[in-house]
């Protein structure tokens, strides 16, 4: 093996490729570099490539010709409506994960928390295992909820036909994130993303900043519930009567350095606590049976606040909370940093300011508009140029998801689960990024060794049939290529995985390793190859440099 | 000639032209120099430093807890609490690790924390993992802001590595930390495909940038791995772990060790220390994971032998359990906890930090033991005297206002 890979880099200086430098110094196409105006433009299959990498989550067999057909900007558009695209098959499969389509009460009562005394039980010797498996069955414990919505996330990504509305919900939710197994957020994600991301994710943004705001979800996972005036006492009577609650500047801080302004968006300290003050009593009514948003009139501060020079006057009550979040939604630095995250999630790492400027400036004018601001970035010679072309390393949800859907595998909810998990395995629990940034959207976050070596095995053992819920074929790929022909072979299989565009160096690697007794079987007296291993070939195309990137 | 020989030939050429890869040669001299070695240790949950190293001579201790203090020590008598100092006592559970603070090699520091008042697990891990006590946007980990600023340029992949499915908080940041679930699952799971081959050639092949160096620093690693068969180093001097993540963890952190492959900075986490419900005392919850902490520490320093000279084990929680027992027989979410050094040059055989006492009015907020030890204080003295790391970017806009504890001589 190691004789073959020396080999090829043999090849590569011949042809005058040049033998690549140890470490990992920048080069062409690395991470951080800026695009600049005026460079070459893509061709046109590579630019379709290029919008399935990244307004969808990577092609399937055929797609290309498919929004070739159409025309890639008629193709954009309808992407943008996503309610005029038919996705029947995808709602069928999510059918079986019953926990979807609860409400937070009914959530609340079908998966219920195990009893304490029972655990004290447990630990004392006088119930077994077993005896408390019987009294909470894994499908009815509340980590179940979770689960399926991992499960859903899998499916959806691979399945839909709404690509780019799964994208932007991706999007959303990790820049409005909360952490599924904080407290009771674990009842209350799956209606969080249903009611709150998914709804709004190709909407304006003022509308998903206020929905999340009042979403117990976001209320728990930030501990806004809590945050009372100063002097406030929790009412006797109650488990916690008596206790002083006091300000909690925990979500106050978060909405303004994560959701809008930006770390530098321009608030100070005082900021914080002013709009800490706004928002208290926007609370959570019975957190453990009801989980609904609720105001509390008696832990709200009455008086006056001054948030980013603007006046709110006393007496406000619940109005508080909303005006702040007129105040910070209008604001030119939430418009820059919300074009920021957008640029750098279809562009590049390192968003070149000229395009951050023009999206930018679409917020401004259309309100926070998140269709206008999308077409503003797919109309830019800065989405387009050779510079961005496959510049982003995939998160490993993207590339999971990338990987099924490039060898045209099917997979049910069952499969799923496996799917999730494997995103699990290379680094991205799904709905688990505990801080509130969410998880990073750049390169140095996911490129590590254990990482790499869980794609590897993740391509091998897909695309070797190992998972037995995800239906792989690798064989169908390339019907209709001679089998004796290995280079016949690989043609067939590089276009329907990556489209037919793979690089000079991944084609010269491949086509080489053709001559691998392992990959193409020779018959006995060595006149020619009889076979060629495709699952694994197809393996070494997912698991290459070149498809961790979009 | 055939095609075949000809490749062959090919790769001879190169191999004589190019030598090993780089860092196998920068490795190399590094194991000479035998390096230091840091292993962090997270007990995740909030353990109760209050039965982990007992304050038996603090007279509010016992009266706060009706079911779960533990008994004074007693020479003699087992499944006692063991005296350090006439004060403090060690968990009967962590017996194993009293002939290493005999041989001074355990240093103890009590009432240690955050000065964040956080008594959510969540933002309390996150505070001590980025080092940033109260500030949420810290993109890194301290450890890998210690990685940072090891004073040899990185010599191996092996340099920083986690032991589990992710990387820590701790460990995040550019610095090509390994995340590995197990030593032998480092590995490409290619069975007879042929595909190792395949991925060596293709990241080699590709441009250089950090994508396909760390494919090929990676694919580098696994070789490096399997030649130094570390997955089969058993462990030496007669050491037994306990059976259990941890006793794993800190297992193969010792064959990383003894593999000489260039390891610096390791992390490994333990489970289970939320003990809201039935916590117990000489025996019971708290006691068997601490029998398996504690085991597993003891195995791991009789493991290495004299190479702990070269190493220390520090331990970690993100805050300590109430003072006072709660209505289930457990503890809820308190302040300060007790904190391990152990190994290389550690004074030890000492329990370090002012102690603030247990009476409701010495505590903190009326209920918890109060931090007198910034826990930022023991990190930054461990990686500075320990890895010979400048402090000032461990801990973002804080600067120490008390005296060093003068762990290190």
């Given at each position: 093996m ?12 011949l ?13 062409p ?35 290309l010709?498919?929004?070739r057909?159409?025309?890639?900007d008629?193709?954009i ?18 059918a ?13 009562r079908?998966?219920?928390r ?9 630990q004392?010797g ?13 499908e ?7 689960a ?15 690509q ?8 959303w939710?990790?820049?409005?994130n909360?952490?599924?197994?904080k ?8 209606a ?9 994710a ?8 206020r929905?999340s705001?009042?979403?117990p ?9 809590l ?12 488990p916690?009567g ?9 979500y ?21 606590t ?16 009801e ?20 006046r ?6 619940q ?10 939604t ?12 957008l640029?750098?999630r ?30 503003t ?7 387009v140029s ?45 709905y ?22 869980a ?6 053992a ?29 043609d ?10 793979a ?6 690697v491949?086509t ?14 060595d ?5 060629t ?18 | ?36 070695v840091l292993?962090?240790?997270?007990q ?8 982990m190293?007992?304050?038996?001579g ?5 009266a ?10 007693k ?12 004060f ?21 520091v ?9 008594r ?6 996150d ?7 109260g ?7 301290w ?16 340099r920083?590595?986690a ?22 699952r ?10 190792r ?84 005392a000489?025996?019971?919850?708290l ?5 398996e ?113 003068g762990?290190?001589?």
């Amino acid at each position: 093996m190691r004789r073959l890979a020396v080999a090829f880099l043999m090849l590569g200086a011949l042809t005058g490729g040049g033998v690549p430098a140890s470490g990992a110094g920048p080069g062409p196409g690395a991470l951080g570099e800026e695009p600049t105006r005026g460079a070459p433009p893509l061709a046109d299959d590579r630019r379709i490539l290029h919008v399935l990498n990244r307004l969808a989550l990577g092609p399937r067999p055929g797609d290309l010709e498919r929004v070739r057909a159409v025309g890639v900007d008629a193709w954009i558009e309808r992407q943008l409506h996503p309610e005029t695209i038919a996705d029947a098959a995808t709602e069928r499969a999510l059918a079986t994960l019953a926990s979807l389509r609860l409400s937070i009460p009914e959530a609340l009562r079908d998966y219920p928390r195990p009893e304490p005394k029972l655990r004290e039980k447990l630990q004392a010797g006088q119930l077994t295992r077993q005896e408390m498996m019987e009294l909470y069955p894994p499908e009815k414990r509340p980590f179940r909820i979770t689960a399926e919505l991992q499960a859903a996330k899998m499916l959806r990504a691979v399945e839909s036909e709404r690509q780019l509305q799964e994208v932007m919900v991706d999007f959303w939710f990790n820049h409005f994130n909360v952490f599924a197994a904080k407290g009771d957020v674990r009842w209350y994600v799956a209606a969080y993303e249903r009611d709150v991301i998914r709804p709004n994710a190709l909407g304006r943004f003022p509308d998903l900043v206020r929905a999340s705001a009042r979403h117990p979800a976001m209320l728990f996972y930030l501990d806004n519930w809590l945050s009372a005036r100063p002097d406030f006492t929790v009412p006797a009577g109650g488990p916690k009567g008596g206790r002083k609650a006091g300000l909690n500047e925990n979500y106050a801080r978060e909405l303004m350095e994560l959701h809008t302004l930006g770390v530098d968006g321009g608030y100070t300290q005082a900021d914080v606590t002013e709009v800490a003050r706004a928002f208290t009593g926007w609370s959570i009514d019975r957190p453990q049976t009801e989980g609904r948003f609720a105001f509390r009139p008696r832990m709200h501060d009455t008086g006056e606040k001054v948030v980013l020079g603007h006046r709110i006057p006393a007496g406000g009550g619940q109005d508080d909370g909303e005006r702040v979040l007129a105040i910070l939604t209008h604001h030119p630095a939430t418009a820059r940093f919300i074009a920021t995250k957008l640029v750098r999630r279809f562009v590049a790492d390192t968003p070149p300011p000229p395009l951050v400027q023009r999206v930018a400036a679409t917020y401004l004018s259309t309100d926070g508009d998140v269709r206008a601001m999308l077409r503003t970035i797919v109309a830019a010679p800065e989405f387009v140029s050779a510079e961005a072309y496959r510049a982003k390393v995939k998160t490993p949800f993207e590339f999971v998801a990338s990987a099924v859907r490039a060898l045209g595998a099917t997979v049910d909810a069952q499969g799923a689960f496996d799917l999730a998990r494997a995103s699990a395995e290379i680094g991205e629990p799904l709905y688990q990024a505990q801080p509130p940034t969410g998880y990073p959207d750049r390169a140095e976050a996911w490129v590590n060794s254990g990482a790499l070596l869980a794609r590897m095995n993740f391509a091998l053992a897909l695309a070797r049939s190992r998972y037995p819920r995800v239906a792989v074929d690798p064989g169908s790929l390339v019907t209709g290529a001679d089998p004796r022909s290995p280079d016949a072979v690989l043609d067939r299989l590089l276009a329907a995985l990556v489209a037919g565009q793979a690089s000079a160096e991944t084609r010269a690697v491949l086509t080489g390793e053709l001559t691998n007794p392992q990959i193409t079987r020779l018959t006995a007296e060595d006149r020619g190859p009889a076979s060629t291993d495709v699952a694994t070939l197809a393996a070494l195309v997912l698991g290459s440099p070149e498809f961790q990137r979009r | 000639m055939n095609r075949r020989t000809f490749l062959r030939c090919g790769a001879c050429a190169l191999v004589a032209l190019g030598g090993p890869p780089r860092f196998l040669v920068r490795t190399a001299a590094a194991t000479a120099a035998r390096g230091k070695v840091l292993v962090a240790v997270f007990q995740r949950g909030a353990v109760d430093g209050l039965s982990m190293v007992v304050p038996h001579g603090d007279p509010a201790y016992a009266a706060a807890r009706q079911t779960i203090a533990l008994r004074p020590p007693k020479r003699g008598e087992a499944d006692r609490a063991v005296d350090l100092d006439g004060f403090f006592a060690l968990h009967p559970g962590l017996a194993p690790l009293v002939p290493l603070w005999e041989s001074r090699s355990l240093a103890i520091v009590h009432a240690c924390g955050s000065p964040d008042t956080t008594r959510s697990h969540f933002d309390a891990q996150d505070y001590m993992e980025s080092g940033s006590p109260g500030v949420k946007s810290t993109p890194d980990g301290w450890l890998a802001r210690a990685v940072k600023g090891l004073p040899q340029p990185k010599a191996s992949p092996f340099r920083a590595v986690a032991l589990g499915p992710i990387l820590p908080r701790a460990l995040q940041g550019d610095v090509g930390a390994v995340a590995m679930a197990s030593l032998d699952r480092f590995d490409v799971r290619a069975g007879d495909t042929g595909a190792r081959g395949g991925f060596e050639a293709l990241y080699a092949r590709s441009v250089s940038d950090l994508l396909s160096g760390t494919g090929r620093e990676t694919l580098e690693a696994v070789k490096m791995l399997r030649s130094a068969d570390a997955a089969r180093i058993p462990p030496a001097n007669g050491a037994l772990y306990p059976r259990g993540p941890f006793g794993e963890s800190m297992r193969q952190i010792a064959q990383l060790i003894k593999a000489n492959i260039g390891l610096e900075v390791a992390f490994a986490d333990m489970q289970g220390w939320d003990t809201h419900v039935g916590q117990g005392a000489e025996q019971g919850q708290l006691a068997a994971r601490l029998r398996e902490f504690g085991g597993a520490l003891a195995a791991f320093a009789q493991d290495l032998g004299d190479r702990m000279a070269d190493v220390v084990v520090l331990t970690m929680s993100e805050f300590g359990r109430t003072v006072v027992e709660n209505g289930n027989r457990g503890t809820d979410h308190g302040h300060a906890t007790a904190m391990l050094a152990l190994g290389g040059g550690v004074r030890g055989g000492r329990v370090y930090g002012r102690w603030p006492g247990l009476a409701r009015e010495q505590r903190f907020e009326g209920r918890d033991l109060a931090v007198t030890t910034d826990f930022r204080t023991l990190f930054g003295e461990v990686a500075r005297s320990h890895l010979g790391v400048p402090t000032a970017p461990l801990f973002p806009g804080w600067t120490p206002s008390r005296p060093p504890l003068g762990l290190f001589a």
